[in-house]
Every structure is written in structure tokens, then in C-alpha cells.
């Protein structure tokens, strides 16, 4: 039996996308195995539903892993070179590139994102992260080791880890499907990504790309959802080898003990922030309030690197802060679909209302809001960019990871109270800093807790620079050669060519 299908029509270009509704497995769309619930897809913009996919069941999840362990032992794994895998990226790249404005206007009707920044941003990086990796997929090797001149060496091999379980959250669907599908087919490791429930669409339409560049049945499985159902299900299965994750440090710790009381599977997370971001009174003005508001807004603040929290030295603090907030004031928070959009809606209405708890918060906390902060009449969920100054490290505002656009503002004075501030969270993924002194720019650098640091610019990530968080932002690493290795599973052979053992030894 096949899956349902549902009709979409796409403001833009007018165009209807079919996406099935169901699970794809063994590169086939089916319904699942036993549940009848399913997940309500809305746009964020207007309220609406969009469409209805499948809730698949822990049972759907086992159905997926064993295609994916049959793939793995047959026509993936070590069944096929690297040039083969890198043949099929390149494919899957170039069709992305093809469908690119269909998937970005499927990606911006289900997650708010503007259309141009879906098409030109997400899409545009993630067909380059998977070019990134098919270059590295028949450049994965392992070393020759001298143990003995005479009658002994050593050799490592990088095998794929196996099966893997890939967890993906709603703020980039079809970004983050790449960053964790990439490296993963680069070593030859096989696929059970689950999407967010908020965002399934994008991930269901790029798995018929994955027919059509031609992998094999089982390479790469989707199941749609619910994170305590399908997500627990990967992360506590006895068959999965390895499980990625991106989301919140609350999900991130559930998963960990998971895979601790499992099988110990490898697991790598790509948590949370509270990133500070630094003015000193050298940098340049004008394009620091640029880089503080990209910082911030970008993605309508729904960014794990997010630099949520600004911290601006005293004698700059009044004039720049006049040209941030009038710069902020300038922005378009409106429909994805509109051209003038530099923002859309945050993605859900549990988004919306934590953000505007915090608001609430801060006001209560004695923070004063400068700018935004209310909301607005009418359908969907719009947040105007926010900005608070006065805050200080006591309030939830400073601490919580808000996931929106509100800007905590704090004065400093020195150098040392500066750094001082910024390691003061739980979190350590990003930070930046600007200043003209470079002196100033390597000594910050080096003190800042984070995973990335930005100097002179903000929130501008490559795919071959390594991306990840210390401190409670995570473990391991995306992107880059590092990536490769959460993929890879490191075997040593040592070879014997003469020596002889005693017997007894
Ligand atoms: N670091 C990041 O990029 C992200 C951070 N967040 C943070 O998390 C907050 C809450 O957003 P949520 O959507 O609830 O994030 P979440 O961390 O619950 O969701 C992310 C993914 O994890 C899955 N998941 C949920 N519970 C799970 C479980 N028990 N086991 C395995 N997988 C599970 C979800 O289905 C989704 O695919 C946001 O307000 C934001 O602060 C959310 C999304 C991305
Ligand atoms: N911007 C990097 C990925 C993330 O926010 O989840």
C-alpha cells in the first residue's frame, strides 16, 4: 500500500507541489505500520494548515532501521566506493539546486522563513555543504603507523560508524537534513532522519530526490514524528550505531541518557545558546549595529548561535545604541512570501508565547524595553524586534535561551568586565566581538567560552569550518573535516610479517 499525498499551491510562482504524507522507507513512501495519528502542519504567517502527515509509531522507527541495517550491509557501508558516493551527493546536490525556489517556497509556507533568504541562504549553503562532502567521500583514509622497522607496522581504517539517527529541528529543516546527511553518506553510514513535527514537509519532498539521484533502497529513511515517540525510539534503539541531534539542551540531555542506557551508541549534540556579543569603543559603529542585528534578528531570532546577548562599552553605549534601535525599527517582520520581508513570523504559537513570556519577564525584572514588545493584532505569529537595555545577569533574560528576537542590552567599562559577563552562562556556543585594536581582538578571542568565535563580523559559518558548542551548547562537531569523524569509527590493524613468540611466553 502506498502513502497519501497531499496538493500544495505555492504563493509565489503559483506552482502545486505534491508531498507524500507518509514515511519513506526502503525508498518507498508508505503509511505506517500502526499508528492512525497525525501531525498538523501550520503556516506560522497565517494560522492555516497546510497539510496532515504521518505520526509515525516506535514500531515505523524499528521498520526504517532495519532497512537502513540491510543497506549498510549490502549496497552502502563498505559495499561502495567512495567515487560512487560522491557521484550520488553531487547528484542530490544538483537536484536540490533545481527545485531550489519549489523547496524554498514549501520551506517558507511551513516555517515563516522569507522565500529569498529560504532559497538563497538555506538552500544555497546546503547544496554546497553537500558538494563540501562529496569531496571529501573518496578522500576518507587512515594511516600507516611504524611499530617496528623489522616485522611489525600498524594501520587504521575509518569505517563508517553504521547505522545512524538523525534528529533535526524546525528553525532550518532543510539546512540542518543537509549538515547531518552529508558527512554521514560521505563515509558511507546509512540514514533514519527524523524532522521536526513542526516542519516535515521539506524533508518528505527531499527524500524523492534521493530516488531520483539514484541511492540505494534504505541509504536514507525519514520518519515524520512526534520527538517523544519517533525521536525517543532512535535515540534508545539497540540497532542504531550513532544518533545527531539538533534542539534544545533539555532534549539533548533526554537523549544521552537514552543512548547511556542503551547500546552507549555515539551521539553528537547541537544544543542551545546564549551567545554574547561584544562592542568595544575602537570598532567600527555603522557596521557593528549591522552585525548586532544580523546577530539577533537573523532567522527572526531563532538561531542556535543567536548573539542574544549585547554588550557595549560606555563611552560608544548612547550613540550606538541610538543607531541600533533606529536601525531595528527600519526592519520588515512581515508574511515570508512578501519581497520587503527581512523576517517572517516565529514558527509556532508555543514559540511565540515562550518569547513573549520573556518579554514579559524582562519588563517585570526591571529591564527597559526600548523598542518592540508588543504584539500585534491580527492572524499569525509575528514578533517585532525587541530590545532590552539595563539588563543585568540576574534576569531570566539574560540567562534563558529565549529563541526569538529579543536583544539583552548591557554597559560595560573595561576589557576584564567584558569577558567577565560574557562567560557568565551555561552555554558556550557562539561569540563575537568588535574592536579595531587587533591586539584586543586575539587576547578576547582567547577568553571567550565558545565553540565559534566571530571577530568583526557575526553569525557568517562555512561548511569547512568546523561548528559545534563546549560548556551545556553541546558535544562534537558539524561541518568541516571534524564532522567526518562523528561518522567514522576508527579500527587499528596490526600486521605481524616475522616476529615469533615463546611458548610458554
Ligand atoms: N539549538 C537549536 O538549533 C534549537 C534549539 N531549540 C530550543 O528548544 C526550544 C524548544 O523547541 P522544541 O521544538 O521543543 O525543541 P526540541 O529540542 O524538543 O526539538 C528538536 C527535535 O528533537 C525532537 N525531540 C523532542 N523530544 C525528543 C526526545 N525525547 N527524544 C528525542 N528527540 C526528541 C523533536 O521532535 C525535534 O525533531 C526552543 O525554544 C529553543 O530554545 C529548538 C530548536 C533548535
Ligand atoms: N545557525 C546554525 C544552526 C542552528 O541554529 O541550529
Known sequence: M???TVEITVPKTGKTIKVSTGLFINNEFVPSVDSKETIQCINPATEDVIASVVAGSAADIDRAVAAARAAFKTTWGKNVT?????RLIHKLADLIERDAQELAELETLNNGKPVRIARDFDIGDSVQCLRYYAGWADKIAGQSLEVDNKTKFAFTRH????????????NYPIQMWAWKIAPAL???CTIVMKP????PLTALKLSELIVEAGFPPGVVNTVPSLGSVGGAALSSHMDIDKVAFTGSTVTGRKIMEAASKSNLKKVSLELGGKSPHIIFESADLDQATNWALL???YNTGQDCTAGSRLFVQESIYDKFMSALVSKAQQ????????EKASG???????QYDKIFKYIGLGKEQGAKCVTGGEKRPGKGYFVDPTIFTDVTADMKIFQDEIFGPVLSVTKFKTEEEAISHANNTAYGLGAGLHSNDANQCMRVANELEAGTVWVNQYNILYNNVPFGGKKQSGIGRELGSYALEEYTSVKAVHWNFGEKVDFPF
Open 295 to 297: 546577530g539577533i534578528l
Open 196 to 199: 521536526s513535527e513542526l516542519t
Open 331 to 338: 526592519l520588515v517582520v512581515t508574511d515570508g512570501f512578501d
Open 159 to 170: 569505517d563508517p560508524i553504521g547505522v545512524c539517527g538523525q534528529i533535526i529541528p524546525w
Open 344 to 350: 517572517g513570523p516565529v514558527v509556532s504559537k508555543i
Open 2 to 4: 502506498s502513502a497519501p
Open 186 to 188: 560521505a563515509v558511507g
Open 82 to 86: 567512495g567515487f560512487e558516493r560522491a
